[in-house]
């Protein structure tokens, strides 16, 4: 069973401590370096973007998971992404990770490094330096909610949870989260950082077999605008601080539950970066069955995600069943056009391929909310998927068209 | 030699007429019909939409082109797209054709037809016989512009030019062309209707082959918004009436002079497509050189061209490397971040992966302009590739949150 905590986050699962700084990297007068800590050493799994550029932190990250050992923290920063940095940003990454191996005593190779915000710019790593030692010097279980503030960009909410998972033996572990995210959102890690800790002890294989299942569902299955960026992580830890069994099989009925829990939390977090978009005024969930199989499905509802013409209909509130149609017909989906079930809020707007009529008063008043479904049904087989997205508005123009990534 | 004609327009080559009538099928007080004609059966091959959804006169078109018989006219109607319209629009279609051939005593299967405007609305199809009789009772040659304004729906402003082709032995051919289209414009014939016309003799299989090489670097070398359509179609007619001789080689002094002839009036109707895409305010000239090979310089070019991050930021005016340098870091393409280099309107900004030093209100000021480019050296190989796309803009939420295709 899978329990949302009231104000739960990321350090609500025993064994985990976070502490903040005001670095002073490229924001004034708020924090922006989060550094959380495991009280023992945790198994990791990652993921991260699939983008040719890539920013030195991911390249420190995915040399140190290579190596298999297990982490004891990771530290976060906002304002400058060390990327596009060159050999100096591989050294400001490699010395954010000493600095907290030093300032907490811990092993080499244990410290997992995240940067988040500019592009181009040389770190400050004196400045960086600094805030790890403020960060350390005050960690608390308490202070979930402040790391997720920390590493906010564009957000203009922080975006944290945590889950209870009974396992069938009647043990709770627990599983928080945060993460950060506005614009350049999109599946295959686009630009979002997201961390998820447990208590439960689960072996690093089948930590990232779960991960790797999880993201599909959750942050994988998120459009905002289609690009994708060079900093994306997804960083899951277990440090075995709950006294429950180990997790040794993910389709045991304890690995089950665990899987649940962990999927709630990083579709908790995807969602709360969706709501978050750039300008986004409405929440819009996009489910098409009837697919051949789900992999098509999920094609195309990813693309009817995608549409900036889909996107911008949303914004007005109009049941455009037409572009959603057409963006189905280019998806690549096995479609027959005579097949297809639209429904806009439930509102059923095409038939067989053939638009029904309906008030158009009416459907603009019923999609005019925060909160709008989309489902198609291509009427061809069992395939099924569901993608979240939101609209396109004068906002995100505007947000994009000034702000400097 | 290739040279533009003032005015030339649709019906500038020798033996092509138009007729445009006012059906009322969406609009009022306006043509939105147009009959183009041959004095002599003329050879065609034509390109239509990728998209799984084609509307009923892509269909029609489609089983006509499969015949080869030669073409005699090309009916086009705006309002109404004749699309997601059933079995009915199937004969909605064929009964334009018919009329047609009726009114100006054609041969069965020498009509062409295409549809462009709202989609999923039953085809007003006495109002389009009755326009069509209008249109065939007074073609004429100078009636080209006409036409072009006729098939227009979202476009602010005709599409149309001619050039005279001047062939090794000093003969001369003309070519012209109509395009229309706004929203929805992206490669892979996206919703848009092009018409091009000549007086040279072409035999099909060559004039085919011409099409197609000539598609890929006009309107298959476009992006507006990414979105693909139910009726975009190119067609092109050859219909002999000059008295060169034929084109039976595109590789021979006079098919190299033919092909060069095409590509520029199809160039010149895909940047016309560009320029009035909606919303638009900057037309943007992308360039990817050093790829591996030449579709790869594509893929990463198109894929900066289709990026809302990239295009938010040219409105903008802004000198956003760093999101040009993910849209190629994403595209699929190879490339190795520490050789690429980035200019923006010709100030470089990024070498060798690494931002250069520039003072941001001079590129402000060079970017806030109407005429971008945008200039990316992989320092890979020999493949190269331009496309073209514009700026999103509010305008561009705008039109598309009221307009309902």
Redesign the interface.
């Known amino acids: 069973m899978v329990t949302f905590l009231a104000d739960g986050h990321v350090t609500s699962p025993r064994g985990w401590r976070a502490g903040v700084a005001a670095c002073g990297i490229k924001y004034a007068n708020r924090d922006d370096l989060a550094l959380l800590v495991s009280d023992y050493p945790a198994t990791a799994a990652a993921v991260f973007t699939?983008?040719?550029?890539?920013a030195a932190p991911v390249r420190y990250d995915m040399a140190l998971m290579a190596q298999g050992h297990d982490l004891r923290a990771v530290v976060i920063n906002a304002g400058n992404a060390n990327?596009?940095?060159?050999s100096d940003g591989d050294a400001a990454a490699a010395a954010m990770a000493q600095a907290v191996e030093q300032a907490l005593d811990l092993p080499p190779q244990s410290v997992f490094v995240m940067s988040t915000g500019?592009?181009?710019?040389p770190m400050p790593v004196e400045k960086i330096v600094r805030g790890i030692a403020v960060a350390a010097s005050h960690l608390s279980q308490d202070h979930g909610p402040a790391a997720a503030r920390a590493i906010m960009t564009t957000d203009t909410r922080p975006k944290y949870c945590a889950v209870a998972v009974t396992l069938p033996d009647g043990q709770v572990i627990t599983i928080g989260g945060m993460a950060k995210g506005a614009?350049?959102i999109h599946p295959?890690m686009a630009t979002m950082l997201a961390v998820v800790t447990t208590d439960a002890t689960v072996p690093r294989a089948v930590l990232d077999q779960a991960l790797r299942r999880a993201l599909e569902v959750s942050f994988n299955s998120i459009s905002i605008?289609?690009?994708?960026?060079?900093n994306d992580t997804l960083l899951v830890m277990a440090n075995g601080a709950s006294p429950a069994p180990p997790i040794t099989d993910l389709d045991s009925p304890a690995g089950s539950a665990f899987y649940a829990g962990l999927v709630a939390v990083c579709q908790h977090l995807a969602h709360a970066i969706v709501r978050d978009g750039e300008g986004a005024t409405r929440f819009v969930t996009i489910t098409v069955r009837g697919a051949v199989n789900d992999a098509e499905a999920k094609v195309a509802a990813m693309t009817i995600a995608?549409?900036?013409?889909v996107k911008?209909?949303l914004?007005?509130a109009?049941p455009?069943?037409?572009?959603v149609?057409?963006?189905?017909?280019?998806s690549g989906a096995t479609?027959d056009?005579?097949r297809v079930v639209l429904s806009f809020g439930g509102m059923r707007v095409?038939e067989n391929?053939?638009?029904l009529p309906f008030d158009e008063k009416a459907a603009h008043q019923l999609l005019d909310v925060p909160e709008i479904t989309i489902d198609a049904d291509l009427g061809l087989g069992d395939g099924q998927a569901t993608v979240w997205t939101c609209d396109?508005?004068?906002d995100?123009?505007?947000i994009?068209?000034?702000y400097?990534?």
Chains 1, 2 share one sequence.
């Open positions: 699939t983008n040719a550029v890539k990327a596009c940095t060159g500019t592009i181009g710019v614009g350049m295959n605008d289609g690009d994708t960026s060079t995608r549409s900036p013409l911008t209909a914004f007005g109009d455009n069943w037409g572009r149609l057409c963006a189905i017909g280019y479609v056009p005579d095409l391929g053939l638009p396109f508005s004068y995100y123009v505007r994009n068209a000034e400097r990534t």
